[in-house]
Nanobody, 121 residues
Framework: VQLQASGGGLVQPGGSLRLSCVAS????????MGWFRQAPGKEREGVSC????????YYADSVKGRFTISRDNAKNTVYLQMDSLKPEDTAIYYC???????????????WGKGTLVTVSS
């Protein structure tokens, strides 16, 4: 089982990045999929989660209106479009299987290695 995230990098405030996460070794469309992030010195935060049937999406308040999660089950890939990036979005971003409980995104069975996003001028 592997989840490989990519697309991170250095971007100026106000800029955009698109993260991708390719799954292998399991059937992606059996799982809700999400993105998490961890900034230096801070706890890991659930950013977004999308249901297996594409129907439902959830976003943390900190990214609502700026980030968009999507998935393509045929390509075994999950995406995170990040717009209007802020310095406080700087973190390592991870993809994982997820669930939402009382408005909080939790990781479940499978986690990938992260990709670093740095927002700085």
């Amino acid at each position: 089982v592997q989840l490989q995230a990519s697309g991170g990098g250095l971007v100026q405030p106000g800029g955009s990045l698109r993260l991708s996460c390719v799954a292998s070794g399991f059937t992606l469309d059996w799982y809700d999929m999400g993105w998490f992030r961890q900034a230096p010195g801070k706890e890991r935060e659930g950013v977004s989660c999308i249901s297996r049937d594409y129907f439902s999406t959830y976003y943390a308040d900190s990214v609502k209106g700026r980030f968009t999660i999507s998935r393509d089950n045929a390509k075994n890939t999950v995406y995170l479009q990040m717009d209007s990036l802020k310095p406080e979005d700087t973190a390592i971003y991870y993809c994982a299987t997820c669930r939402v409980v009382r408005r909080v995104v939790y990781g479940t069975d499978y986690w990938g290695k992260g990709t670093l996003v740095t927002v700085s001028s």
